[in-house]
């Protein structure tokens, strides 16, 4: 790692932890005491934020807010670190700007909030609009000074606003099924049959042919999943049909057809003279569904209810196989 990589690793991980530190406190009451309180620190165990009176329903969606922002400035912060300054910027622009206030406005009534949080939380989404803007630039010292400011905004309101105290629960959805867990495991399993179908197609082509057949139907049926159910979801919710990131998950899914039939062609005449298009396949979807996982598979799961992420599970069932089940030839 260089100077520079590793400098800006510890930079970008001390202020982070700044806000894991602030933030959690804000979502979570006091864990346990220390046994010995008498030497408790005054100015770190008293609390005088102002308490936001919430529904538990409200509250509860706005905890998960706020574990969304968290976990996205840490995979901010990793993109960052990893020069991926595509996936950042998407981030930064899905999660924290104006466009996931707009939703949360819309799902949370504002007079639920007082005047102060509102601005608080307009100034944090201001910031990171403007951090986004200026992440393509792949200039780290403008970008660093801006996402100092996202979190500094962020800071700000955590340290004037606190939600209902109650005992942490480890996980916002844990007790429902998620959009985000049920397609990354779905994005495992291809991978270890791609891997699979690799490692094999010189020793035991019959073998490989067939973990390439169920890799190839199994992405073709994941990417129908998308396109026909979870896709027309985040539309719906937030009117992007035109633009934004299923626009982009789109265009990928073309490309990586494409070279997913360059592969079959491969196969089909039980070639194994495939590296080339297998490293194309490789590098596109590993692209793609780090975008997706780190982004826009949460994002869903923050606009969409359980009963519809329910709907959209059981309607994946009813899908007719012809629509995906081709292979091999």
Not at 174 to 201: A, G, Y
């Amino acid at each position: 790692m260089s100077l520079l990589n590793r400098g800006r690793q510890i930079f970008l991980g001390r202020i982070a932890l700044g806000v894991l530190c602030i933030a959690l406190s804000a979502g979570c009451s006091e864990a346990e005491r220390r046994h010995d309180e008498q030497q408790s620190i005054p100015y770190l165990t008293s609390d005088s934020r102002h308490p936001i009176p919430l529904s538990p329903s409200v509250d509860k969606e706005h905890r998960a807010v706020m574990l969304q922002h968290l976990e996205t400035i840490q995979v901010i912060m990793n993109a960052l670190i990893e020069e991926d300054y595509e996936l950042a910027r998407g981030l930064t622009e899905l999660h924290l700007g104006f466009f996931m206030h707009r939703l949360a406005k819309a799902s949370q009534p504002s007079e639920n909030f007082p005047p102060a949080y509102q601005d608080l939380a307009a100034a944090h989404n201001a910031a990171a609009e403007e951090l986004a803007r200026i992440i393509p630039s792949r200039d780290i010292k403008q970008i660093l000074p801006q996402f100092n400011n996202v979190l500094k905004a962020c800071v700000a309101c955590h340290l004037e606003f606190k939600v209902r105290e109650q005992p942490c629960i480890g996980g916002i959805m844990s007790e429902q099924k998620t959009i985000t867990i049920f397609f990354e495991q779905d994005h495992d399993r291809l991978d270890e049959l791609f891997k699979t179908f690799q490692q094999l197609k010189r020793s035991d082509f019959s073998k490989a042919k067939e973990a390439f057949k169920e890799f190839k139907v199994g992405l073709q049926r994941h990417i129908v999943w998308e396109e026909d159910l979870l896709f027309p979801l985040w539309e719906k919710k937030t009117g992007r049909l035109e633009e934004g990131p299923t626009v982009v998950m789109r265009g990928e899914h073309r490309q990586i057809k494409q070279q997913l039939e360059a592969i079959h062609g491969k196969v089909v005449e039980q070639n194994p003279d495939s590296d080339r298009e297998e490293q194309a396949l490789s590098d596109l979807l590993g692209s793609h569904n780090r975008k997706e996982e780190r982004a826009l598979y949460p994002a869903i799961d923050q606009v969409a209810s359980a009963e519809e992420r329910e709907t959209v599970f059981q309607n994946m069932k009813d899908i007719p196989e012809e629509r995906y089940k081709l292979c091999c030839g």
